[in-house]
């Protein structure tokens, strides 16, 4: 079974860090572009960032740019996205998707995922 996972969201204070995992089972994430989306409560839902299948390629939001950083980790066929310096607009639920295409065509198209996790929610509040 196709599936996607993410975990490590939950209450943070402003300032603070978390670490959201994206964990595959059924399919090799090395072989797909990874993006990771966010919707906050009453707003559309947005890229944050996505790393390419091949050369490590990463894109970022400009509204995260130098807090986040998405990463991976083949032997546990895991994606990372570090979150630092955390902000209330951070709040959201937070969600990562796969895709067979190129980050440089794709970038933040939700429409070019093709696998999507159930989410995990990240609360920024103090």
């Known amino acids: 079974q196709v599936q996607l996972v993410e975990s490590g969201g939950g209450l943070v204070q402003p300032g603070g860090s978390l670490r959201l995992s994206c964990t595959a089972s059924?399919?090799?994430?090395?072989?797909?572009?990874i993006g990771w989306f966010r919707q906050a409560p009453g707003k559309e839902r947005e890229g944050v960032s996505c790393?390419?299948?091949?050369?490590?390629?990463?894109v970022y939001a400009d509204s995260v740019k130098c807090r986040f950083a998405i990463s991976r980790d083949s032997a546990k066929n895991t994606v990372y996205l570090q979150m630092n310096s955390l902000k209330p607009e951070d709040t959201a639920v937070y969600y990562c998707?796969?895709?067979?295409?190129?980050?440089?065509?794709?970038?933040?198209?939700?429409?070019?995922?093709?696998?999507w996790g159930q989410g995990t929610q990240v609360t920024v509040s103090s």
């Open positions: 790393i390419s299948k091949s050369d490590g390629e990463s």
């Open positions: 998707a796969a895709s067979r295409l190129r980050v440089r065509l794709i970038r933040f198209d939700s429409r070019g995922y093709r696998y």
């Open positions: 059924g399919f090799t994430l090395d072989y797909y572009a």
